[in-house]
């Protein structure tokens, strides 16, 4: 699992960065040491000279182990620029940031952050901020290859610090007099150690020159879709340097496809969330205006902007900074082939749109591009982005600091449709959902209360213990963001009143509360309870039963018992769930509850993960007498994710979470399936295609035969080991893949026709039957992720474990039309098949991870098909 810093630690933090002045030393994360101290300047080689080519040369690509030793490099023979190792990444890599300013900035950054962090907190005058304002320095942000295929951005940046460590100009001092630099070379280490390295080896081969797997280890592109959940190392490091820093810009250097503009800018396109404050918004158009109008300047042509990337609808793509008061200054730049080549039309026509538009006013006029025009386009934007603040210093810190926490401090009276407050009411059916999402809250630092007494707030009475999330903070429009119920704007989103509906450029909703299964309760006027600020979430208090005669007893409510049943199955506990309800230690429990000998080895698991999660166990001194299944001992989980396949990344990242032992499934292993894995997990994305066909050996290294193609045998031998008596769990869009490999009795009847149905990425209402094995601990009803999955009419034998309402508008958040087509239509089903077992589940129910409500689906249908049939007493 990753590391959590605390509030408390996060305070620390940033004192230790006040106390000495100087940039965030990688040992405040607790990795790494510092490197570049202020330094006479020495001779610094250009790039040219240290690599043996120029940044942007076609076929070239530096390295990141190079690129960093140069940065080292610069910053001890410059006294313009210091290097840090903020953190290490998933792998093990170090994850850099350079400050790049003045000596005298560098050598007073902590006070610059004092006063930068101070323009920040709630509470202080004007007169006070503009003071400091003038005092103080913004910081401006700089992040290359979070998508690590996006290769040319960090080549850029290389130019761009040696220009900024070398060159003495009106230009330069400006900008090192008046700003503080934060680079991040790349916002993903790790692929940029897998893409580049691959690149250069495959240099002369005949294998394909671009990396073929994800290029992080779990979410490869998905890495920016993960702005409010924060599961990954590398977005959680990341937000803490802006937490700790507070910049006023953030420069996010991105490439698109090839044939698209050749640089995008702001403005950006609709829709419009109402968690955005103004000011940063008109202040990143005024960045792409900015970054528009010196590329057009300098000749550089095929500069667009709007009608594209409408990323301010959720918090998945805008970034947490935003709520910050950061401004999201996002450029796109075409891409090469190969990543370094040349990219040619087919047809010798001119590249990208031929229109000259107010969205694009000089078309780019040639039928080539190349990676020298990118790293020179990503040049000329960040270096006029870069000034523009510079010349304005005073400006960006008192609005975009200042004047973005007053206005969150007062949002209900600016946005008068926002609630005063969000109530979590204590004594929820899932303690582990609600400790997940406060600590959620806990890690963007917004301000937590919780009751001391029980209180009264819009017409309802809560229980001491609830927690309270005013929205009169400086994050309360994040708040806002993450808690209300998506309501799709639209009006607002089209471009005229008859035209088509503009959607977002990611998904429609973000509500943390129907994700988890956490009741959460908007309140509107303000109110008065006996309330305590929260330092650090802690897991509900529990206290272990005595040891019982009978049995411990785990009921099956919680998401979080995906983690007891990991723990139990690794200290070799013999587990067995009930089938039924059934009455015990004074309480009724629900089919799916875990019920486990009283045996030393028992209590020591359940005993830390109780700890851990808030779940309560408990004892009974009589062995409950009901039927149920017996889990197999040490369950083999296998899972089949396809190469460079997201939701299948995503799901080894929700596996070695909980702690389930499993195995990515090699082609090699397809010779005898049933001798290494119980459980086959097929993830969303995984085709016949995947299974068949896979990744040619021929165009790729042998470290990426796991994924060659098995062939019509292979896909024949996965079918055989499931009626043979494998258990297979298929998801999303492979259900339909299930669906062909075993000839299941089922029938998407969901129209593929967005016309008759269009819900691109939002909560539907379900239903849940608990008494079928693979929905044992859901609620009879709740929310379910859709993205235009299939849903299933049943044309056999089988178990429906969760289905669509039978009528009524489906919509639980975020935007769907023509929901009643799925009216009835089941989405979770069980089937037999020969001896062995099949579980598929229409919609993608561990989307990127967010819906953690359904997680017990894949959890019950991984243990349950390999157990047996059994009687507890």
């Known amino acids: 699992m990753l590391s959590r810093v605390t509030s408390r630690a996060a305070a620390a933090l940033v004192a230790l960065v006040m106390l000495v002045g100087v940039p965030l030393h990688a040992d405040a994360f607790g990795t790494g040491s510092a490197v570049g101290r202020t330094a ?247 960045q792409g205006q900015e970054a528009a109008r010196a590329l057009t300047a300098e000749g550089k042509k095929g500069v667009g902007s709007d009608d594209a990337y409408g990323i301010f609808w959720n918090a998945d793509v805008m970034g947490f900074s935003t709520f910050l008061g950061t401004s999201l200054f996002l450029t796109e730049i075409a891409s090469a082939r190969d990543l370094a080549y040349p990219y040619t039309s087919a047809d010798g026509k001119p590249l990208g749109s031929q229109n000259r538009t107010m969205r694009m006013l000089q078309p780019y006029d040639k039928d080539t591009w190349t990676l020298e025009q990118i790293v020179a386009y990503a040049k000329t934007a960040a270096y006029a982005g870069i000034e523009n603040v510079a010349k304005n210093p005073e400006s960006w810190l008192f609005n975009n600091l200042y004047q973005t926490t007053r206005n969150g401090t007062a949002l209900p009276d600016v946005e008068p449709s926002t609630p005063e407050a969000y109530v979590v009411p204590a004594g929820q059916r899932d303690p582990f959902a609600v400790l997940e999402m406060m600590r959620i809250f806990e890690f963007g630092r917004a301000e937590i209360e919780q009751a001391r007494a029980p209180f009264t707030a819009g017409g309802k009475t809560y229980a001491a213990g609830s927690y309270v999330l005013r929205t009169r903070q400086p994050l309360g429009r994040w708040i806002d963001q993450l808690l209300k119920i998506d309501k799709y704007p639209e009006q607002a989103a089209r471009k005229c009143g008859s035209c088509p509906l503009i959607m977002p450029y990611s998904e429609t909703t973000d509500n943390l509360g129907l994700l988890l299964g956490v009741d959460v309760d908007p309140v509107g006027q303000a109110f008065t309870a006996s309330l305590q600020r929260v330092h650090q979430v802690r897991p509900q208090p529990v206290r272990m039963p005595a040891a019982p005669r009978g049995a411990y007893l785990v009921a099956p409510e919680s998401y979080g018992v995906a983690h007891v049943l990991s723990r139990l199955q690794k200290a070799g506990v013999p587990t067995f769930r009930a089938g039924e309800e059934f009455e015990a230690a004074g309480r009724t429990f629900a089919p799916g509850t875990v019920v486990v000998p009283p045996t030393a080895a028992a209590r020591q698991a359940l005993q830390g993960v109780s700890a851990d999660t808030g779940l309560q166990v408990y004892g009974s001194d009589e062995l409950p007498k009901v039927d149920g299944f017996t889990l197999k001992p040490g369950t083999k989980v296998g899972l089949i994710r396809g190469a460079n396949n997201m939701p299948g990344g995503w799901m080894t990242w929700m596996l070695d979470t909980y702690g389930i032992d499993y195995k990515v499934v090699s082609a090699d292993d397809y010779g005898d399936l049933a001798a290494k894995y119980d459980t086959i997990v097929l993830a969303d994305g995984v085709s016949r295609r995947t299974i068949v066909d896979g990744l040619d050996p021929a165009k790729n290294p042998p470290e990426f035969g796991w994924a060659r193609g098995v062939g019509e045998e292979g896909w024949t031998k996965l079918a055989e080991y499931v009626s043979g008596g494998g258990n297979l769990v298929a998801i999303g869009s492979a259900s339909e893949t299930a669906r062909a490999l075993l000839d299941l009795p089922i029938q998407n009847a969901a129209p593929s026709d967005p016309a008759k149905l269009n819900a691109p990425g939002a909560l539907l209402r379900a239903t849940y039957d608990p008494e079928v094995p693979a929905a044992w601990g859901m609620p009879e009803s709740g929310a379910v992720w859709f993205n235009r999955d299939a849903a299933y009419r049943l044309t056999g034998d089988g178990q429906v474990a969760s289905r669509y309402p039978g009528d009524g508008d489906l919509l639980a958040s975020g935007y769907a039309a023509g929901t009643e087509t799925l009216n009835g239509l089941a989405n979770v089903a069980t089937f037999e098949v020969g001896k062995g077992h099949a579980t598929v589940a229409g919609s993608e129910i561990t989307f990127r991870s967010w819906p953690r409500q359904t997680w017990p689906i894949v959890v019950n249908s991984i243990y349950q098909g390999p157990s047996k049939p059994d009687r507890s007493g």
């Not at 020495?42 to 040219?48: E, G, L, N, V």
């Open 40 to 286: 006479q300047a020495k001779h610094i080689p250009a790039p040219q000279s240290y690599f043996g080519f120029a940044m942007g040369t076609t076929g070239r690509l530096a390295g990141f182990d190079k690129i960093k030793q140069y940065f080292r490099l610069v910053a001890d023979r410059s006294d313009r620029v210091t290097y840090q190792v903020a953190d290490k990444t998933t792998m093990g890599n170090d994850y850099p940031v350079l400050f790049v300013s003045s000596p005298r900035n560098l050598r007073n950054l902590g006070q610059i952050v004092r006063d930068n962090q101070r323009l920040a907190e709630r509470g202080i005058s004007a007169q006070e901020a503009r003071r400091l304002s003038e005092r103080s320095k913004p910081v401006y942000l700089l992040e290359g290859t979070l998508h690590s295929t996006e290769v040319g951005n960090t080549q850029a940046l290389v130019d761009i610090v040696h220009r900024f460590a070398t060159e003495d100009s009106g230009y330069t001092d400006t900008v090192l007099d008046n700003a503080v630099l934060m680079v991040i070379p790349s916002g993903n280490p790790d692929g940029q150690h897998l893409v580049v390295d691959h690149f250069n080896k495959t240099a002369g081969t005949e294998y394909n020159r671009v990396y073929p797997d994800l290029y992080h280890k779990y979410v490869g592109h998905d890495d920016n879709r993960d702005w409010f959940m924060f599961t990954q190392r590398e977005i959680r490091t990341r937000v803490r340097l802006e937490q700790t820093y507070r910049p006023v810009v953030g420069h996010y250097m991105h490439q698109a496809g090839a044939t698209g503009p050749r640089l995008w800018t702001p403005p950006y396109d609709e829709p419009l969330g109402s968690g955005i404050d103004p000011i940063t918004l008109q202040s990143a158009t005024l």
